[in-house]
């Protein structure tokens, strides 16, 4: 087991501690998600999952990004869950029971084990990816996490980041154009209008 | 850090399972959504950790990327479950087949 598991510090308790936590809780909130039947009880889960994904993160000294995890999912991501399961009302009709499809659910069950199974295959085989090759700046170079996550973002992947503020402002205009009632047209009206503004924005991100 | 990257891998692995599964069994729009975010967390955990155990940024900025397109896709799906709640009246995946009938 000593082989699978690539031990090559000594664990620390504190280390273990933390990880067990975080993993607990990311288990637990997934569990939660799926398993809830009020969809506000979902969401909530959800925020634990985050969470305890955050605390992974700064296990793992990724601390910019364990910031930015709350921030972005947790105080952002899930509070636009809650309000459109609010504003929909669809807190509580949620048939957990019926089950159109014959077999769908133990065929579900089944498939996610084998492919779950499948993906640690793939890691004990590839002896969990480990190698030294630093491509772009080592984790703990000069500078702190930020400073290391700000120049990879800023050289090296300036362009995929110019493309990131592209998306944000189409994923705006699409929303407020899919979101907006439409005065003196019908409700029918609001998915051709998506068509003329959603075409000439597609092209400037390919482009 | 004294931890094995392999338990991260076969943490996110799990977690990844968790969202497969609640995507594949529930029918709500919104949990499914939910669902959908878990994976992504389940890969951004896989990111960090190959980050950290072959001492590359790249993973995390990687991360960073994804975290914007999930905010992107997260706003853009509400929006057309809202869309479709307002002619539909329903947030079920099963009520919503217009187009196979």
């Known amino acids: ?207 | 850090m004294s931890i094995p990257g392999s338990w991260y891998l076969i943490l996110s692995a799990l977690l990844f399972g968790i969202g497969a599964l609640g995507l594949l069994i529930r029918r709500n729009v919104l949990i499914m959504f939910m669902c959908l975010e878990l994976m992504l967390n389940a890969a951004n955990l896989s990111f960090v950790t190959f980050s950290r155990m072959l001492g590359d940024i790249a993973g995390q900025s990687a991360v960073f990327f994804v975290l914007v397109v999930a905010a992107a896709e997260v706003v853009v799906g509400l929006g057309i479950v809202v869309a479709i709640f307002r002619r539909r009246s329903t947030a079920v995946a099963d009520d919503i087949s217009g187009m196979r009938d």
């Open chain 1, 1 to 207: 087991m000593t082989d699978l598991f690539m031990v090559t510090v000594a664990r620390t308790i504190p280390d273990t501690t933390v990880f067990v936590a975080g993993a607990l809780m990311i288990l637990a909130g997934g569990i939660g998600v799926i398993a809830c039947k009020n969809p506000v009880h979902s969401a909530l889960s959800m925020v634990l999952t985050l969470f305890g994904v955050a605390v992974e993160f700064i296990e793992q000294q990724a601390e910019f990004l364990a910031a930015v995890q709350i921030i972005v999912y947790a105080g952002a991501i899930v509070v636009l869950f809650l309000f459109v399961i609010m504003f929909l009302g669809v807190d509580q009709n949620d048939d957990v029971h019926d089950e159109p499809l014959v077999a769908q659910r133990p065929l579900a069950v089944l498939l996610v084990i084998i492919s779950v199974i499948s993906i640690i295959a793939l890691g004990i085989e590839a002896g969990w990816a480990v190698g030294p090759h630093h491509v772009t700046g080592k984790t703990f170079g000069p500078y702190q996490n930020v400073g290391e996550v700000g120049r990879s973002v800023f050289t090296t992947y300036l362009f995929a980041f110019e493309a990131t503020a592209a998306l944000l402002i189409i994923a705006v205009v699409g929303a407020v154009v899919l979101a907006r009632r439409s005065g003196a047209a019908t409700s029918d009206a609001v998915l051709p209008s998506l068509a003329p503004t959603g075409a000439p924005q597609d092209e400037e991100v390919t482009s």
